[in-house]
């Protein structure tokens, strides 16, 4: 049967249940606005791997979980599946002009049959790497071309091309900060405030290829 999560105040979601985690695992990107119809089943992969983390585990609002920003073309998406194509983890980095050098890696889920398996770590160097990948495109974009440049992603090949920097900042849940901060980040201010429900924390690593 498929998993049927109902927290008090939402629909039913009906997830396939995750049973197990078949190596190896695979990581991929997608940009939000990106209309190509082979990109369907990766932001599928993506829905279940939120709705059934944040709604059906932590009763994060529906309304509020899937937003106007998952579609931007600012917005680069990440997700992990199994050999088998299974949906495992999923991501998504926020990029503003106004802030250029900074990030935000938010909407981090690994859902509960992979947790444990370090999957997390993984799914946080990707997002790292493809924050990495935007900061050399927007310091160099000639290298890769207009239409790469305006993707912001690299060309085949190009991901290790010149030099980059970039901080990556996100807003933590309080029983996660452990994770990050293994995962080499610093609180910021300390200062918490709730989001969904949930409290929170700002923290950021500043990145660079060596990193």
Known sequence: MPHDPRPIGHPPLRIEPLLAVVEPIRFFTARGDDADPAVDSLRSGLADVRLEVFVGEQGVPLAQEIDARDFEATTIHVLAAGADGVPLAAARLLIDSAHPGQVHLGRLAVRRAARGTGLGARMVAAVEQAALDHAAVAASPAAYGESQAGSGMPPDGAAGAGPAAV???????????GFYQRCGYRV?????????????QDMART?????
């Open 167 to 177: 901080t990556v900042v996100l807003s933590a849940q309080e029983q996660a900060m």
């Open 188 to 200: 910021l201010t300390g200062e918490r405030y709730l989001d969904a429900g949930i409290w929170h």
């Open 207 to 211: 990145l660079t290829r060596r990193s």
